[in-house]
């Protein structure tokens, strides 16, 4: 059998980072966090649970997790956010792998929790991320946001979710919304992106329509739309800003 490493970066996830590690006890043989030196319990928490805690200062999304990788004892790694645990489907597909691993990576779906509901259709759901992998023949790749795995190699889809806590409140999203977006333009403006009117006007409205209507977050209810308008919300504000900073407009 494959032995797993389950790495976590954090900063200030004491409200998130136990659940986390609870979830994955069954099939980790050791968790790696690599804390960005949390201002509360997040690493007595992860100690009394267990987890193996690195500390260095923040580098960046994609060049933080590519150091917790560095920091597992394993090849095969589960790389998960604090925020997020995998369920028991989940559980038993990584334990097969395991057994019988029969490609380099894997991808599974993400369902997001929003306001205490998990959300199943939209532009949220199936989130699928490639999470499982063997970390000689992958990295973590991107800039400011938006980091993704690349794998020089196979890959194959695992059942079971993996369930991300996101907004308790909708003032966290629009709060984040806000943090994203200037990231987002500031990403754009350094590849020489350029925002219009046109874009500003329409990829947001097509944004909602696709989220909404064709995707059917409209079965989700009031808080698909809510979610809906959001998304339509940060796409206007990512091509704002980008557009400011174009004409060096204060944002």
Not at 4 to 9: G, N, P, R, Y
Not at 129 to 148: Q, S, V
Not at 239 to 244: E, I
Request: proline share 2%.
């Amino acid at each position: 059998m494959l032995k797993l490493s389950v790495v976590i970066i954090t900063y200030n996830e004491e409200r998130n980072i136990g659940r986390c590690i609870d979830s994955v006890q069954a099939v980790a043989d050791e968790v790696v966090i690599l804390d960005s030196h949390s201002q509360d319990r997040t690493t007595a928490i992860a100690s009394e649970k267990g987890a193996v805690v690195y500390e260095q200062p923040f580098a960046g999304y994609t060049e933080q997790k590519n150091a917790a990788l560095d920091l597992a004892t394993h090849p095969l790694v589960l790389s998960l956010d604090a925020d997020e645990a995998i369920d028991e489907r989940l559980v038993a597909s990584i334990t097969e792998v395991k057994n019988n691993a029969i490609a380099d990576g894997y991808t599974m779906n993400r369902c997001t929790s929003y306001c205490g509901r998990f959300i199943r259709h939209g532009s949220w759901y199936p989130d699928r991320k490639l999470r499982l992998f063997d970390k000689r023949k992958a990295r973590w790749t991107g800039e400011k946001i938006h980091e993704k795995v690349e794998i020089a190699g196979t890959t194959g889809h695992l059942k079971g979710d993996i369930l991300h806590y996101s907004y308790d409140r909708l003032d966290e999203h629009v709060s984040q919304n806000n943090k994203f977006s200037t990231l987002s333009a500031e990403a754009y403006f350094a590849k020489g992106k350029k925002s219009s009117w046109t874009k500003m006007l329409l990829n947001p409205f097509w944004a909602f329509f696709q989220g909404y209507i064709l995707r059917a977050g409209f079965l989700d209810g009031f808080l698909g739309l809510v979610i809906a308008a959001n998304v339509a919300h940060l796409t206007f504000m990512k091509y704002y800003k980008l557009y400011a900073l174009q004409k060096r407009i204060p944002v």
